[in-house]
Nanobody
Framework: EVQLVESGGALVQAGGSLRLSCATS????????FAWFRQVPGEEREGVAC????????YYATSVKGRFTISRDNAKNTVYLQMNCLKPEDTAVYYCAADHSQGPPPIQQYLYDYWGRGTQVTVSS
Protein backbone atom coordinates (compact mmCIF):
# COMPACT_ATOMS: atom_id res chain seq x y z
CA GLU A 1 0.00 0.00 0.00
CA VAL A 2 1.34 3.41 -0.99
CA GLN A 3 1.57 5.87 1.87
CA LEU A 4 2.81 9.44 2.21
CA VAL A 5 2.45 10.73 5.74
CA GLU A 6 3.23 14.34 6.52
CA SER A 7 4.14 15.51 10.00
CA GLY A 8 5.68 18.48 11.73
CA GLY A 9 2.94 21.03 11.25
CA ALA A 10 2.26 23.28 14.24
CA LEU A 11 1.31 26.71 15.47
CA VAL A 12 4.34 28.99 15.40
CA GLN A 13 4.97 32.72 15.75
CA ALA A 14 6.02 34.83 12.80
CA GLY A 15 9.76 34.63 12.31
CA GLY A 16 9.91 31.10 13.64
CA SER A 17 10.88 27.85 11.97
CA LEU A 18 9.37 24.44 11.35
CA ARG A 19 10.54 21.28 9.63
CA LEU A 20 7.94 19.21 7.87
CA SER A 21 8.55 15.54 7.13
CA CYS A 22 6.93 13.25 4.58
CA ALA A 23 7.50 9.59 5.34
CA THR A 24 6.77 7.33 2.40
CA SER A 25 6.28 3.63 1.78
CA UNK A 26 4.85 1.24 -0.79
CA UNK A 27 6.82 2.42 -3.83
CA UNK A 28 10.42 2.83 -4.97
CA UNK A 29 11.37 6.15 -3.42
CA UNK A 30 14.44 6.72 -5.61
CA UNK A 31 12.30 6.54 -8.77
CA UNK A 32 10.21 9.57 -7.85
CA UNK A 33 10.44 13.34 -7.76
CA PHE A 34 8.74 15.00 -4.82
CA ALA A 35 7.01 18.27 -4.16
CA TRP A 36 5.39 20.19 -1.36
CA PHE A 37 2.15 22.00 -2.06
CA ARG A 38 0.01 24.12 0.25
CA GLN A 39 -3.59 25.16 0.33
CA VAL A 40 -5.61 27.73 2.21
CA PRO A 41 -9.36 27.03 2.49
CA GLY A 42 -11.20 28.61 -0.43
CA GLU A 43 -8.05 29.07 -2.48
CA GLU A 44 -6.21 27.08 -5.13
CA ARG A 45 -3.53 24.67 -4.00
CA GLU A 46 -0.11 26.05 -4.90
CA GLY A 47 3.30 24.51 -5.38
CA VAL A 48 5.90 25.46 -2.80
CA ALA A 49 9.01 23.44 -3.62
CA CYS A 50 10.08 20.31 -5.44
CA UNK A 51 13.11 18.07 -5.66
CA UNK A 52 14.11 15.73 -8.43
CA UNK A 53 15.37 12.16 -8.21
CA UNK A 54 18.99 11.55 -9.14
CA UNK A 55 20.71 14.94 -9.09
CA UNK A 56 18.26 16.22 -6.43
CA UNK A 57 17.79 19.53 -8.21
CA UNK A 58 15.47 21.83 -6.28
CA TYR A 59 12.92 24.40 -7.35
CA TYR A 60 11.03 26.94 -5.26
CA ALA A 61 8.08 29.25 -5.54
CA THR A 62 9.12 32.88 -5.52
CA SER A 63 7.21 33.47 -2.29
CA VAL A 64 9.36 31.01 -0.32
CA LYS A 65 12.71 31.19 -2.07
CA GLY A 66 15.49 31.88 0.40
CA ARG A 67 13.33 30.87 3.38
CA PHE A 68 12.34 27.25 2.64
CA THR A 69 14.58 24.30 1.81
CA ILE A 70 13.39 20.99 0.40
CA SER A 71 15.53 17.89 0.84
CA ARG A 72 15.24 14.13 0.62
CA ASP A 73 16.79 11.22 2.49
CA ASN A 74 16.83 8.27 0.15
CA ALA A 75 17.90 5.89 2.91
CA LYS A 76 14.89 6.84 5.04
CA ASN A 77 12.39 7.26 2.17
CA THR A 78 11.56 10.66 3.58
CA VAL A 79 11.22 14.16 2.16
CA TYR A 80 11.65 17.29 4.26
CA LEU A 81 10.69 20.93 4.07
CA GLN A 82 12.67 23.23 6.33
CA MET A 83 10.75 26.47 6.74
CA ASN A 84 12.49 29.50 8.25
CA CYS A 85 11.43 33.11 8.76
CA LEU A 86 7.81 32.04 8.66
CA LYS A 87 5.15 34.63 7.85
CA PRO A 88 1.41 34.64 8.58
CA GLU A 89 0.80 34.20 4.83
CA ASP A 90 2.56 30.80 5.04
CA THR A 91 -0.43 29.53 7.02
CA ALA A 92 -1.92 26.59 5.10
CA VAL A 93 -2.27 22.84 4.96
CA TYR A 94 0.94 21.46 3.48
CA TYR A 95 0.85 18.38 1.26
CA CYS A 96 3.59 16.09 0.04
CA ALA A 97 3.31 14.57 -3.46
CA ALA A 98 5.28 12.08 -5.55
CA ASP A 99 5.78 12.12 -9.34
CA HIS A 100 7.10 9.32 -11.52
CA SER A 101 7.04 11.09 -14.89
CA GLN A 102 10.21 11.75 -16.84
CA GLY A 103 11.86 15.16 -16.90
CA PRO A 104 12.08 17.76 -14.14
CA PRO A 105 9.43 17.84 -11.41
CA PRO A 106 6.23 19.13 -12.98
CA ILE A 107 4.29 22.21 -12.00
CA GLN A 108 1.02 20.56 -12.94
CA GLN A 109 -0.52 18.98 -9.88
CA TYR A 110 -2.44 16.40 -11.90
CA LEU A 111 0.84 14.79 -12.94
CA TYR A 112 1.62 13.77 -9.38
CA ASP A 113 0.86 10.13 -8.71
CA TYR A 114 0.61 10.00 -4.95
CA TRP A 115 -0.41 12.49 -2.28
CA GLY A 116 -0.37 12.67 1.48
CA ARG A 117 -3.24 13.91 3.62
CA GLY A 118 -1.53 17.09 4.71
CA THR A 119 -0.30 18.76 7.87
CA GLN A 120 -1.51 22.11 9.21
CA VAL A 121 0.93 24.99 9.56
CA THR A 122 -0.35 28.09 11.33
CA VAL A 123 1.81 31.19 11.68
CA SER A 124 0.60 33.81 14.14
CA SER A 125 1.50 37.48 13.81
Amino acid sequence: EVQLVESGGALVQAGGSLRLSCATSGFIFNDYDFAWFRQVPGEEREGVACISRGDEATYYATSVKGRFTISRDNAKNTVYLQMNCLKPEDTAVYYCAADHSQGPPPIQQYLYDYWGRGTQVTVSS
